[in-house]
């Protein structure tokens, strides 16, 4: 009989939480891993931070809609908002650009800042003390490389993306999950040497472990470790003066830890 309490407790108090407003804000940094590479497929340039020195902050809000949300089969619908920005710097292995010397010819430090913005929308259903979810939904991306002072180029990109998530209730009401996702970019495009070049194509994947641990009744601690793998095409050629340039294929592996604090209302 004991057992059978504790079990449904559990239930009753997941059932309550996926029928509230949800906001959650905290901090975000980024282990940066990047790699250009020729039409050769040799490697042009990489740059590469710790998981400290890219940081800044997040937010996500989950709006209940109650009208479209079936109480009776565990079911609920949000629209979901995200925003995040980062700032840090990267250490650059590469060549000057006016120089035709090999890749770690040049080192130096490139400043990075990241924008990302999204809008979704979520369904989640509850199946006796875990929660399964699925979201869709379009978002915009930018990011200013700064390489030196005369060199500044701005990649930004809308997208479309989905994902699918689990959570479960494990020890006190621990919560701990597993994430999925994808992004596919359209109309990508970077800004440099004052001209626009068009990427080919964008896309990128993630698959993220979160937990939460209840503080109070309705505020938690959140965390989130992110594996991030995103794939650019290299642009096309574009005519400068008397010499033609072009964006490489690159690519980025990331590793992203948040950390923050969730608000039901």
Known sequence: MRNIIIFALLTNTL?????????????????????????????????????????????SFDYFFNDYSEKNYDVAYYLNFFGSAQYGETDYVGSLLEYDLPYGSHTSTTLNTFYEFQANIKRLSQYNNSALYFTLGLGYKVWERELSSTQLETYYYPFAQVSIGVETKIYNNLHVGLELSGQLAFDAKMDALNETFNLGKVYSYKIAAPIKIPMYEKISFTAKLEYEYANFEKSDFVQIGNFTYYEPDSEQKNWNLYAGIEFLF
Do not use: F, H, P
Request: net charge negative.
């Open 15 to 59: 059932q309550a939480e996926i029928y509230e407003n949800r906001l959650e804000l905290g901090l975000k940094t980024t282990s940066y891993n990047y790699t250009e590479r020729d039409l050769q497929g040799i490697i042009i340039d990489t740059e590469n931070s710790k998981i400290s020195e890219i940081n800044g902050v997040y937010g």
